[in-house]
């Protein structure tokens, strides 16, 4: 087999697998024109993925994604899913999905804690400092990994429906730089 041939198949298998596991971590179960092949090569079928589901000691049956509206803490439109542990509570480890639809914004803020987000879906969009400016800010795409240590100050935008994984260690929180950016008030 020659060399390009080989490549292609194997980008090919691993464009496939890609596509998957998207699919398995809640993004799309649709490849991409990427791991589309040229007419020429091998196809990789690419079977239909069962719903995400959940699984913890909590749970001794995985149970589905259930997204729930954010906490009024957050501009209207943000939904959450906590995976385990509590968010609220100090010393107890959490995991929670973040969902913004297109075009979401979150101002300058800051979190007492240590942020570790992973994205799932669509492009986190996250600038650090106060300026709150799309133009400053970086585009993480799908896959991406951001670590946001506690106090920093940063500001969010969703470019597509976003989905982020957040870990940390509560009582997280949140504090807008701005307090007129608050929905609370």
């Not at 240590?114 to 800010?137: D, N, P």
Request: hydrophobic share 45%; net charge neutral; glycine share 8%.
């Amino acid at each position: 087999m020659n060399a390009p041939r080989a490549l292609r198949s194997t980008f090919l298998a691993f464009g496939a697998v890609a596509a998957l596991v998207s699919s398995a971590c809640g993004g799309a179960a649709t490849p991409t024109a990427a791991t589309s092949a040229p007419t020429t090569a091998p196809t990789v079928a690419i079977a239909s993925a069962a719903p995400a589901m959940l699984l913890t000691p909590a749970n001794s049956v995985p149970q589905p994604f259930v997204w729930v509206k954010a906490s009024a803490a957050f501009p209207a439109g943000l939904e959450v899913m906590v995976m385990e542990g509590d968010p609220s509570k100090a010393g107890v480890p959490f995991t929670q999905r973040l969902k913004f639809p297109d075009g979401y914004v979150l101002p300058p803020h800051q979190h007492p804690i240590e942020e570790h987000v992973t994205v799932i879906q669509g492009t986190f969009v996250v600038g650090m400092g106060t300026s709150g400016k799309r133009e400053t800010a970086l585009e993480m795409s799908t896959g991406s990994f951001i670590l946001i240590p506690a106090l920093t100050q940063h500001y969010v935008f969703a470019k597509g429906v976003t989905i982020t994984q957040v870990h940390g260690i509560g009582p997280s929180g949140i504090a807008y730089v701005n307090p007129a950016d608050d929905p609370r008030k």
